[in-house]
């Protein structure tokens, strides 16, 4: 089974206008609206690739209510812990003439450490060998900088893995509890490195410092330009197909998504890096926050090149 847990999932909502025209009216040509959240997205991909997960987190007001409500409607199973306050809200606005994104995002309520707590009772109710646990996303206030590197620790404790889709200091005391799997993109990844990576060769050698020190699968995202990804099995530089991107948002969670449902079938990594990067390529083909369909999934997916890396490009 997959779990995912988003600790501060929001509501997407996304208006398009030609151009924003920043202390002026503007007239909204089109919205949407969808349950947001990286392990959400996560949970929602899985779900549209013919997976099963549990989606777990937290959820505050009505707005929890609407995210509860349209994943009940997908058919995704769901054990959240209610907390008080409201789930925020986060506001994308797609300008047409420019295609530039900007995006208004909601801290999230603030969530006392009991409710953590609560949460890791819950999630050891779903717990068994061999199951994979997503941690994904940003926290909401109250809730400890090291709650990943902890839910980590539990879920190791269970015989289950764990892959952490997230920045700052969650991710950075995340690593220190050596997850099995992280996907930092390269500014993440520069963070974690404490300096400026310039090129593959600097990226891989940082993702192959991070494999030294046992996380088993390192997969940096590249944006347009596919993945790189270090493993016990090899190394390899993922090349997408070329699409007519609409949104980069939520393709990274679909790359998870993909990732972590093929290693959850015992298929090997490069299957995974398949999977995951046809559907990343299928979400960036939707507009908005819509994620990529199956069809567009099973499409793309021939048309994904992974090639493996030589170990010397980095001695």
Excluded at 51 to 61: I, K, N, P, Q
Excluded at 75 to 90: L, M, S, W, Y
Excluded at 177 to 200: F, H, Q
Aim: with cysteine; charged share 20%.
């Amino acid at each position: 089974m997959i779990i995912t847990i988003t600790l501060n999932p929001a509501v997407d909502r996304v208006v398009t206008l030609p151009t924003l025209h920043l202390g002026n009216t503007n007239r909204i040509k089109d919205g949407m609206l969808d349950p947001g959240g990286k392990g959400v997205n996560v949970s929602r991909m899985i779900h549209e690739l013919g997976g099963e997960s549990v989606a777990m987190g937290f959820l505050a007001g009505s707005l929890g209510k609407v995210i509860e409500d349209a994943l009940t409607k997908l058919g995704i199973r769901q054990d959240f812990v209610h907390t008080p306050g409201q789930t925020r809200q986060n506001l994308a606005i797609i300008e047409t003439a420019t295609h530039r994104h900007t995006i208004l995002s909601e801290a999230g309520p603030e969530t006392e450490v009991k409710y953590v707590e609560k949460l890791r009772r819950e999630l050891e109710r779903h717990l068994h060998p061999n199951d994979w646990v997503v941690l994904a996303g940003s926290v909401p206030p109250g809730v400890p900088n090291n709650v990943y590197a902890t839910l980590t620790e539990l879920v190791h404790a269970y015989g289950a893995e764990v892959c952490i889709d997230a920045d700052g200091k969650f991710l950075e005391l995340g690593v220190a509890a050596i997850p099995d799997l992280i996907k930092p993109n390269c500014e993440e990844l520069e963070r974690l490195a404490g300096r400026s990576l310039a090129g593959i060769d600097q990226i891989l050698l940082a993702a192959y410092g991070l494999r030294a020190d046992g996380i088993r699968y390192v997969v940096v995202s590249l944006g347009r330009e596919g993945a790189l990804a270090v493993s016990p099995e090899g190394a390899y530089r993922v090349f997408p197909p070329a699409v007519h991107a609409m949104s980069a948002i939520g393709s990274g969670d679909s790359l998870v998504a993909g990732l972590v449902l093929a290693l959850s079938r015992g298929e090997p990594l490069v299957d995974g890096l398949r999977l995951g990067t046809a559907a990343g390529a299928a979400t960036a083909l939707q507009p908005g926050t819509r994620l990529g369909t199956r069809a567009d999934v099973d499409r793309l997916l021939p048309l994904v090149v992974v090639k493996p890396m030589q170990l010397a490009r980095v001695a």
